[in-house]
């Protein structure tokens, strides 16, 4: 490594398909793309200097977030009893990822030392043998007898740290530690092994750690056993279910390559996918990605939520009769006041999207991946950047709701007792994609770039055979209509040839594309990329201009919660209505809206950290209020006109609680 302010030479990226045989895409290095000022770029830079250091705050607090505690008595360093939840130890495996990932772009020696004393204290924890879950060892617990200690997701996470640490500073620390790992993990759980063994499992985070392990390091070993906990998964639905396992909680009833449908909790089907997603770029396993894509349009075409949000279920039973939590729920049952859409499942469902994007270069994954990331992943944190929520509801009845498993009146802060101290995934999850999120802009192949996600950056790499590329975009996407790319070549007076493709939105009708002045003359068709082809020159100019007409959306009749009713979005955003944008004493739930809606875009340079509102008008019945009946006849009401402003979903809850609303009755 060379430190000069911007970390060089960096191997990879934070999904490492660089060799992966069966990867349509490639990625780019781990400090390819840097953030420019603008929408990325400004939570980017929040993510450094506030939620990067809260969260640090946090988990070494003793009293709140208990979590660098609970290592630091592993390790011998202090005395005290574990706090926390069974999996506390992720924070601080996701906060170093998250560290490594700014460190990549944004070296540091400050951020380097904290790294370093952490990982210090990780490696004094470690058991002999590998072995590291301090809910386990500081409780004085036997091993792995119950999957809900989550001893394998912990693992998990440390080992896909480690590769992401490695990757960002060149030291082996954290990979020595990781590897340990997960050879206590092979020698344990490959065959031969106990019989109940070869179903252990919940949250399959290790998975993708394994397979980045093997790209990291080339150990086939690891390669292997990754394969063999998704070969695991369902083949013997009966064993485990004393420990919650072996139902579609777990989607461990059904062998994931015959499952006809998404199950059981969210964040476990979506890791346990990207997790296979992986095996199939490394092994080309064509039944593992056969199943995958059926679930992926089980999943799309018939339970997910408007906003991106998947698991409506707070507590219930699946479709065969097994409870499940934080869970899918039948086909077309999606309820809005009461939708659970953990956060952590929404950003497991991107990380399975950029997966399938990685093996098949179709748009309407990287269309999932923005849609979800605008729509119901940022939902999560506030915009001060030090708030989170756990659920994602889609209407919520201000200080009347009533609140649900993990639901709350205001974002929380994680291990506040006041919300249970099971309240850090999230957080920590958002953290991590947040400071990798531009590892998720480009991808190259042998002819081109492609460009995935909009926002005003820069990418430096090698794309094809040729020299060194650099690319400027510079855009006020998602608020403005026009991205425009410049590019930059060493040797300005030579040309290098390669394909630019650029992605067309689905909801990008009559999109443009502009080279130097002049309109490219290619049919672009939205939800899939525009390939231009060019011997290109440094200072060369492309202009995309992706037209935001504000749509009205309607659900699929089967969806009884939506009947007749709308949800509206500009661009990639999906917007709201709070109360607080209408005229005293009118309910959301009065409204009614035209077909014919007529709605204007106006920026808000000093609303909700600069936003586009909308603004138009909609009718109120002025009926008797609803006391102490439940039905009644239908009575005559007078009807008047009220001015509404919508606001982006993502922005709700910042400016206090009140009741809010995706969906608008149609009148």
Known sequence: MVETGIATEVPGGIVDTRHSPYAALRSVPLNAVQWLPGFWGDRFGQCCTITLPHLDRLMSDPDQGHALTNLQIAAGLQTGEFAGTNWQDEWVY??????????????????????????????????????LATQITVRGRPRLQNIGHHELYVMGHLITAACIHFRATGKSTLLTIARKTADYLYATFMPPRPPELAHFCFNPSQIMALVELYRTVGDQRYLDLAGEFVNNRGSNPAQNRRNLGGTDFTQDRVPLREETEVVGHMVLATYLYAGAADVYLETGDQTLLTALDRLWHDLTERKLYVHGG??????????????????????????????????????????WNWRLLGITGKGTYADLMEWTLYNSIISGIGLDGASWFYTNVLRWYGESHQLLHNDAHQRFQPGDPAHGRHHICCPSNLLRLMAGLHNYCYSVTDNGLWVHLYGANTFDGVVGNGPQVRVIQETAYPWAETVHLT???????????????????????????MVNGQQHPISLTP?????????????DRVELQLPMAVRLLESHPKIEETRNQVAIARGPILYCLEAIDLPTGISALDLRVSRDLQLTARHEPDLLNEVIVLDGTAQVRETPAWTATLYRELTDAAVRTVPITLIPYYAWNNRGESEMTIWLALD
């Open 94 to 131: 996701k906060w170093l990822e998250a560290a490594a990932c700014i460190y990549a772009v944004h070296v540091d020696p400050a951020l380097d030392q904290r790294m370093d004393e952490i990982i210090a204290i990780i490696a004094q924890a470690q058991e002999p043998d590998g072995y």
């Open 310 to 351: 998947i698991g409506p279920i707070h507590h219930g039973l699946s479709i065969r009769g097994d409870y499940v939590s934080e869970a899918i729920d039948r086909a077309y049952r999606l309820p809005n006041s009461t939708a659970y859409n953990e956060t952590c499942a929404q950003i497991g469902n991107f990380l």
């Open 487 to 513: 590019i930059e070549l060493p040797n300005s007076t030579e040309e290098h040839q390669f394909t630019l493709y650029l992605r067309i939105p689905g909801w990008a009708h009559d999109a443009c594309i």
């Open 527 to 539: 939800g899939t990329y525009a390939p231009i082809e060019r011997h290109w020159q440094s200072g």
